[in-house]
């Protein structure tokens, strides 16, 4: 079994959605579970994080570059 974090910002929903889009292609493929990962709860989950195979981050754009 694999596991894949999507750790995500959004600031009003459009990158959450997104990341929900990634983390069910993920768990499409079989023997993979995904776990999505709000920033704001970052803290709550450095166990999952360092779990994971692998990591996607997601993040909005905010004045030309990824958000804070």
């Given amino acids: 079994m694999s596991t894949v974090a999507v750790v995500f910002h959004s600031g009003f929903g459009h990158t959450a959605a997104v990341a929900k889009a990634v983390a069910h292609g993920a768990e499409g493929v079989q023997g993979t579970d995904a776990r999505m990962i709000p920033v704001a709860d970052i803290d709550k989950h ?7 195979d692998a990591i996607i981050f997601g993040a909005p754009t905010y004045m030309g570059s990824a958000s804070a």
């Fill in 46 to 52: 450095w166990d999952d994080l360092n779990a994971a």
